[in-house]
């Protein structure tokens, strides 16, 4: 069995009387993609926040790398660890994508160099723009590469393709399956199924803030015949069926 990277046990968040996620439990392993898949609202980025200690929550047991975690604070030996890649995530609009880059390495002593992400990821051509006039697929590539460059045991992909043409989303797949051939856990939530279905290893589905179905993709599609269809019917089905 691979090294759990990330393990959450009954993990709960409320937003006063209601309740966001209840008795979610999920792992990471070293090497591998899960796909968290719902809704919007299902609860798919509060689990994220919860887990990176964002905001309060309740739960049996959190343990990121190796380390257990009690409360908000995450020690500074685990957060160098840990990759993240938020939607909905900005940078200064003033600063060119090169400036971005060096700044965000120069805070990982053992990271990667701000030439080798301009590299890996095609940002060569627009290494001198400032990141307000790219367009939202190239601010999605400039987020990527930033949320790689500590180079993570385990890395959070908040819907990391939004806005991307085919050309840059397979580029980032092949980054995607770089970093889990390294090693690397990934946390994955996309609303495009076949990106789930082509990157996953495991798939877990939110649905009101309940994990309603999780395991390997070919555990989760069963006699579906797809993923997009097993999906469809998971969250479509009564909640008491």
């Known amino acids: 069995m691979s090294q759990i990277n990330l393990k959450?046990?009954?993990?709960?968040?409320?937003?006063?009387?209601?309740?966001?996620?209840?008795?979610?439990?999920l792992n990471a392993y070293a090497g591998e993609v899960i796909a968290v898949l719902g809704k919007n609202g299902a609860g798919k980025?509060?689990?994220i926040h919860s887990i990176l200690g964002m905001h309060d929550y309740e739960a049996q047991h959190l343990e990121v790398l190796g380390?257990?975690?009690?409360?908000?604070?995450?020690?500074?030996?685990?957060?160098?660890?840990?990759?993240?890649?938020m939607q909905l995530g900005t940078l200064?609009?003033?600063?060119?994508?090169?400036?971005?880059l060096d700044l965000f390495c120069s805070y990982y002593p053992s990271g990667a160099t701000p030439e080798v992400l301009l590299r890996e990821f095609d940002l060569t051509g627009i290494a001198k723009q400032r990141f307000g006039k790219l367009?939202?697929?190239?601010?999605?590539?400039?987020?990527?590469a930033i949320s790689v460059a500590g180079n993570p045991d385990l890395l959070f992909l908040d819907e990391?393709?939004?806005?991307?043409?085919?050309e840059a989303r397979h580029l980032l797949w092949e980054q995607i399956n770089k970093r889990r051939q390294h090693g690397c856990a990934l946390v994955l939530t996309t609303h495009y199924i076949e990106e789930a279905e082509r990157l996953a290893d495991r798939v877990a589905v939110l649905r009101d803030g309940q994990i309603?179905?999780?395991?390997?993709?070919?555990?989760?599609?069963?006699?579906?015949?797809?993923?997009?269809?097993?999906?469809?019917?998971l969250i479509r089905e009564p909640a008491h069926a």
């Open 92 to 100: 200064n609009a003033n600063l060119t994508v090169a400036e971005q």
């Open 160 to 166: 990391p393709t939004v806005g991307m043409d085919v």
């Open 67 to 85: 380390t257990q975690l009690n409360s908000q604070h995450r020690p500074l030996t685990i957060r160098q660890r840990v990759g993240v890649m």
């Open 135 to 144: 367009s939202g697929g190239q601010r999605q590539q400039v987020l990527f």
């Open 212 to 233: 309603i179905a999780q395991g390997s993709v070919n555990e989760v599609i069963a006699n579906h015949g797809s993923l997009e269809s097993a999906y469809l019917h």
């Open 8 to 25: 959450v046990q009954s993990l709960n968040k409320h937003y006063g009387e209601k309740a966001a996620l209840t008795n979610v439990s």
């Open 45 to 47: 980025t509060t689990l």
